[in-house]
């Protein structure tokens, strides 16, 4: 069965590095999406892409996040200057449209910022 | 704005029932889901219901849902160890692009 990849599955990074983690959508599907997941919180919704822009993000998402697709096939989350609260476990995430009801996501990354 | 709420932690005996419940805000929300989340595993799709469905079934799974009280409910029949992990209640609007995920409920299953 296709499935979304994540790679790599643990970052470990100094505070006020860059990091950029990258995912494999499954290969059809239109919408990507990255989540995150504080230890012990919610998950959160970052951001959703679509047609190579970005169709909506939340508060969370300001100027220190990026996400590109460079080669039509990686979607990539890119933190400019990483916090220490910036540790959470990401999730990608992908659907094959606006009207499928079904949201498929790759296994995580953890990201520990010290 | 829009929330999901549901209770941290479960315990049931092997063969017992399991069920989690969930409250959303959002009277908008289309689709409600429920996602199974195992250690160091991404997240399942393990079902969904439609908002204009009061019930689903799916082998030992059955989701209700109460539209008007915000309300939904997951029942796991013949619960088994293995069903133990951490069951997310998520909402989706139609067009809309953004899951609204509960905090997850952590489900202990004893022998």
């Known amino acids: 069965e296709p499935e979304v990849t994540q790679t790599p599955s643990h970052q470990v990074t100094q505070m006020g590095q860059e990091v950029i983690l990258r995912c494999v959508p499954i290969s059809n599907h239109l919408y990507f999406y990255w989540y995150r997941q504080i230890l012990g919180q919610k998950v959160e919704f970052l951001v959703s892409f679509y047609n190579n822009e970005i169709s909506e993000k939340s508060e969370i998402f300001d100027d220190q996040f990026s996400v590109e697709r460079p080669d039509g096939s990686n979607f990539t989350l890119k933190i400019r200057s990483t916090k220490l609260e910036d540790s959470a476990m990401y999730f990608c995430a992908s659907d094959p449209g606006t009207r499928s009801e079904k949201l498929f996501f790759g296994s995580g990354t953890q990201l520990s910022v010290l | ?111």
């Open chain 2, 1 to 111: 704005g829009e929330d999901v709420e549901q209770s941290l932690f479960l315990s049931v005996r092997e063969g017992d029932s399991s069920v989690i419940n969930c409250t959303y805000t959002d009277s908008s929300s289309t689709y409600l889901y429920w996602y199974k989340q195992e250690p160091g595993a991404g997240l399942q799709l393990l079902t969904y219901i439609f908002s204009n469905m009061d019930m689903k079934q799916d082998q030992r799974l059955t989701v209700l849902l109460n539209k008007k009280d915000k309300h939904l409910s997951l029942r796991i029949a013949d619960t088994q160890t293995g069903d133990s992990a951490i069951y997310f209640c998520a909402a989706r609007g139609t067009g809309g692009f953004k899951t609204i995920f509960g905090a997850g409920t952590r489900l202990f299953v004893k022998a």
